[in-house]
């Protein structure tokens, strides 16, 4: 299980569901493209709902947090391809 002190800041975090759509598309993107992330399943992790709802202000996912404080709640493909090139995330 992972502990809010178990995440590194420096990576990507998504939190997102194995049921829900978006969050497989947008997980499959990340793995793709070869980046260094950190998923929180959230039928998992005891409090993932209420840290994600308290990151985005919603109870949509997924919610992807990047390494320079900012968040996606529900992004497109094109969205979340454009920030990670931003950030530099790494390309497969």
């Known amino acids: 299980m992972t502990s809010p002190s178990d995440l590194n800041p420096a990576r990507i975090t998504m939190y997102g569901a194995e049921w829900c759509?978006?969050?497989?598309?947008?997980?499959?993107?990340?793995?793709?493209?070869?980046?260094d992330y950190e998923y929180v399943d959230l039928m998992v992790v005891e409090d993932g709902a209420d840290r994600a709802k308290a990151i985005s202000g919603r109870t949509n996912?997924?919610?992807?947090?990047?390494?320079?404080?900012?968040?996606?709640?529900?992004?497109?493909?094109?969205?979340l391809g454009a920030k990670l090139d931003e950030v530099g995330a790494p390309t497969a």
Not at 21 to 35: E, F, T
């Open 21 to 35: 759509i978006d969050c497989r598309r947008s997980k499959a993107l990340l793995d793709r493209r070869g980046v």
């Open 61 to 79: 996912i997924p919610v992807v947090v990047f390494p320079d404080g900012t968040h996606f709640t529900e992004p497109s493909d094109a969205e």
